[in-house]
């Protein structure tokens, strides 16, 4: 069995990158670490009237190109390397998408399925009075990521404000619209997933429209479900699997009542009409397109060669482990690499930190086209470095977003 880290998984990424880049030695080291990490110790009251502590980091992996950004997550398994590793992906991510962004995350270990709400406000208030001196529109703009929602961004950016005595909705993204958030921001993770699948089908001539499987049903997941039809014309989800099962059907599931019951039951096991399977069997459907949608590791040495997809759209960080990335390859799948098939989420956290600068709400449509232009953009480019440094997808977007970052540096004199 294969052991990872993330994080040096990250780091090997980062170092074959400027290997063909040829970057220097200080350039190199300075991207193979976070610029910055902070790690927190929360005392915060339970319902139970005790006190529990929990750690959590907030990491800025590097600024040279703009604002730390990246998401928040409650997850019980994070440790200070999932965090770096997840920090060092969205520095890369920000840069494919060349938005004035550098790249962070933070991280709380905490089981939020086994919290209330009101333990949830607690922990989210508890992370901001720690991490309030590093964070603002123009130093670190956090967002969602796994177990975190508009409602965490909402607790938090109030609690950032009371602080702060003054409105500053820029410091969150993904905020509820009431409170400064953007149209269109709940669905941009999925749509820019399937935006890039889109140019990729028009790309290598394949029809969109056969069956595809999601593994893993959260926000990216349930939102690409809905929308692969909208925007590809057509294509039966045929495979679905959350942290609570697998199902299956042949005929397709009719998506909407699929979310209703996720919604309803918090799983999509025991929906009507399905034939429940193991989880992982999701990954090794004969379907034309894969959404991993999950966590980090699900497409590793175990499984990689049973995939039949021809293409993998990776809506979630870091699904493909280094030794699957090399099978899938030498199999011909086209993989649509994480930070740039997830990048859309980012994207219109970029354009709703636009609009609170400048205290101007766009419509839908402008949101929508504006990450369309980027993530078609974005796509292309990542192909085009791939005809010319004769790579695979991940490590031509890892060098788009490694030589962005390192010229930056070398601009501000850094290296
Ligand atoms: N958590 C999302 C991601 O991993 C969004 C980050 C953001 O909008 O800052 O891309």
């Known amino acids: 069995m294969e052991s990872y880290n993330s994080f040096h ?45 929990f750690h959590a980091w907030r990491i800025q992996y590097n600024f040279a190109r703009g604002p730390a950004k990246g998401g928040i997550r409650f997850h019980p398994d994070e440790t200070v390397d999932t965090i770096r590793a997840l920090a060092s992906w969205m520095t890369w991510k920000t840069a494919v998408v060349d938005l004035p962004l550098g790249g962070g995350k933070g991280g709380v270990v905490c089981d939020p399925r086994n919290m209330s709400d009101r333990e949830l406000e607690n922990i989210s208030r508890a992370y901001i009075r720690a991490a309030f001196p590093y964070l603002g529109i123009d130093r670190d703009v956090p967002a969602p990521d796994v177990y975190t929602n508009p409602q965490t961004m909402a607790w938090m950016m109030d609690e950032y404000e009371t602080l702060l005595q003054r409105h500053h909705p820029g410091v969150m993204t993904d905020k509820p619209q009431q409170l400064g958030g953007t149209e269109g921001r709940r669905d941009a993770t999925a749509r820019g997933g399937v935006i890039t699948v889109r140019e990729a089908c028009r790309c290598l001539a394949i029809d969109p429209t056969g069956d595809f499987a999601i593994q893993g049903f959260g926000n990216a997941g349930q939102r690409a479900a809905l929308l692969h039809n909208e925007i590809l014309g057509g294509g039966r989800l045929v495979g679905v699997c959350d942290s609570r099962g697998g199902i299956y059907n042949p005929n397709g599931f009719n998506v909407k009542e699929l979310v209703t019951h996720k919604l309803k039951t918090g799983t999509v096991a ?80 970029y354009l709703e930190m636009v609009q609170n600068s400048c205290l101007d709400y766009w419509s839908e449509e402008t949101v929508h086209q504006r990450l369309d232009k980027k993530i078609s953009t974005a796509y292309h480019t990542v192909m085009e470095a791939v005809k010319e440094k004769k790579v695979h997808p991940r490590l031509a977007a890892t060098i788009v977003g490694v030589a962005r970052v390192a010229e930056a540096c070398d601009l501000r004199g850094w290296v």
């Open 270 to 349: 025991g929906f009507p009409g399905a034939s429940s399977v193991p989880r992982d069997s999701i990954l090794e459907m004969n379907v034309d397109i894969l959404y991993p949608a999950a966590l980090e590791n699900s497409i590793t040495l175990a499984n990689a060669d049973k995939i039949k997809a021809k293409i993998i759209c990776e809506l979630a960080n870091g699904p493909t482990s280094p030794e699957a990335d090399i099978i899938l390859n030498k199999k011909g799948i086209h993989v649509i690499p994480d930070i740039l098939a997830s990048a859309g989420g980012v994207t219109v956290s």
């Open 9 to 53: 998984v990250a780091q090997k990424q980062v170092q074959e990158a400027a290997k063909i880049l040829n970057l220097g030695q200080a350039a190199t080291e300075l991207l193979l670490w976070p610029q910055r990490e902070f790690k927190f110790t929360l005392p915060v009251k339970m319902d139970n009237g005790k006190t529990r502590i």
